[in-house]
C-alpha cells in the first residue's frame, strides 16, 4: 500500500510515513476525493464547538479527507447552493497578527482566478480554526491514479505541465507561491482540465505564528526543493517549479525522483544527488522531454526554467513537434 500523500511504500505496521508524516490510518487529504461516509456522531469531534455539524454559514455534508496540512470536509450552504470542499486549519494560538495575515493570505488566494486553478469561494475564522472555502471537485486527483500503479503518457504529461505552469504563472504574479505542488495537489476539472488545488495552503497553514520557526519546513519532502529545505519564506515561482518537475517524474515513472525514506534522506538527496534521468525507467521517452524535466530539477533555481509560462510555451513546442512527426510518419 503507498502513502496516500506521497505515494512513497510505508514499513510494515508504519502509523506515521517516514516520508511525509501523513497519518497512513487516515483518510486522503484532497479535496477531489470522493465522499466519505454521512457523518457519524463522532466524525465531528474534530470540529468540537460547532453547532449542529456546521461551519460558519455551511452545513457539513461528509468528511472528504485529513493529512498534515488540516481536514478536509465536503459542505453546503444550503440545499440550493453547490457543494463546497472546506479545508479546515486548527489556528492554535492565533494572535491578531496572525488573523490579520491569515486573512491577507486567505484574500489574496480568493483574487486568483484561472481555468487551471481551484477558485476560493470564502474563508473565515471560526472558534480556533482558520476555514478556506474551496470549489468541489469530483474529478480525482492524480495522487489517486498513482495510486492505481498508473503512469501517463508523455502526451498527457506534457499538457499536464504545461496546465500547471499556466496556473502557476498566474500566481506568481499575483505574488503567490504555492509552496506544495504534488500529485495530490493536482486535480481533474470536469471537463478534463487540470486544476491546481490548496494554493497558499501551506503557507498559511504557518499563520498561527507570525513567523515558521527555523528548523520547520513546510511541504511534502519528496517534492521539495533545495532552498525550500533551508529557508520556506525564501521560495518563488521556480521551487514551485521544481516541485512540479518532481510531480511530472513521479506521474511518468510510477514514483518520485529520490528514493529516501526519511525526511532526512530526502532531503540529502535534493540538495546534493543530481536529478535521475527519467529515461532510465521510461526508456520510450524522448530526450526532449526528459531534458525538461531534468531542467525543472536543477538545484539552481538560476538554471530552471523562470517562469510557469517559460516551460508551458517549451512543452507546447515540444507536443507541436510530436504531432507534426506523427503526421509526417503517418503519411499525412
Not at 52 to 74: E, F, P, V
Not at 104 to 110: K, Q, Y
Not at 132 to 155: C, D, H, N, P
Not at 252 to 260: E, H, I, S
Request: proline share 5%; charged share 20%; with cysteine.
Amino acid at each position: 500500500m503507498l502513502c496516500w500523500n506521497c505515494a512513497t511504500t510505508p514499513e510494515r505496521n508504519e502509523a506515521v510515513c517516514s516520508c511525509c508524516g501523513a497519518d497512513l490510518a487516515g483518510e486522503q487529504d484532497t479535496c477531489a476525493e470522493a465522499p466519505g461516509q454521512v457523518l457519524a456522531s463522532d466524525d465531528t469531534e474534530g470540529l468540537a464547538g460547532f453547532e449542529d455539524g456546521s461551519l460558519g454559514a455551511y452545513r457539513i455534508l461528509s468528511k472528504l479527507g485529513q493529512g498534515a496540512m488540516g481536514t478536509i470536509w465536503l459542505a453546503q450552504a444550503d440545499s440550493r447552493s453547490p457543494q463546497v470542499a472546506i479545508k479546515v486549519l486548527r489556528a492554535g494560538g492565533a494572535n491578531e497578527e496572525a488573523l490579520r495575515r491569515f486573512e491577507r493570505e486567505a484574500n489574496a488566494l480568493a483574487q486568483l482566478v484561472h481555468p487551471n486553478v481551484v477558485p476560493v469561494h470564502d474563508f473565515f475564522f471560526e472558534q480556533g480554526f482558520f476555514c478556506i472555502v474551496m470549489e468541489y471537485l469530483k474529478g480525482g486527483s492524480f495522487q489517486q491514479f498513482l495510486g492505481g500503479t498508473g503512469t501517463l503518457s508523455a502526451r498527457r504529461a506534457m499538457s499536464v505541465g504545461m496546465q500547471v505552469g499556466r496556473g502557476l504563472a498566474v500566481a506568481a504574479a499575483a505574488g503567490v507561491v504555492h509552496r506544495d505542488i504534488k500529485p495530490g495537489n493536482l486535480l481533474l476539472g470536469s471537463h478534463g482540465e487540470v486544476r491546481i488545488a490548496d494554493f497558499g495552503i501551506a503557507k498559511l497553514s504557518s499563520s498561527r505564528t507570525q513567523l515558521t520557526h527555523q528548523g520547520e519546513f513546510i511541504g511534502t519532502p519528496c517534492y521539495m526543493p533545495p532552498e525550500q529545505w533551508s529557508d520556506c519564506r525564501s521560495v518563488d515561482q521556480r521551487s514551485d517549479l521544481y516541485a512540479l518537475g518532481c510531480s511530472l517524474f513521479h506521474l511518468l515513472c510510477g514514483r518520485p525522483p529520490f528514493p529516501g525514506r526519511t525526511p532526512l534522506e530526502l532531503m540529502e538527496e535534493h540538495l546534493l544527488v543530481p536529478a535521475p534521468d527519467l529515461r532510465v525507467l521510461r526508456p520510450e521517452i524522448s530526450g526532449d522531454l526528459a531534458g525538461v524535466v531534468r531542467r525543472l530539477m536543477a538545484k539552481d533555481p538560476e538554471q530552471r526554467f523562470q517562469t510557469g509560462d517559460a516551460l508551458a510555451d517549451e512543452l507546447a513546442r515540444l507536443r507541436n513537434n510530436d504531432s507534426r512527426r506523427f503526421r509526417l510518419a503517418a503519411g499525412c
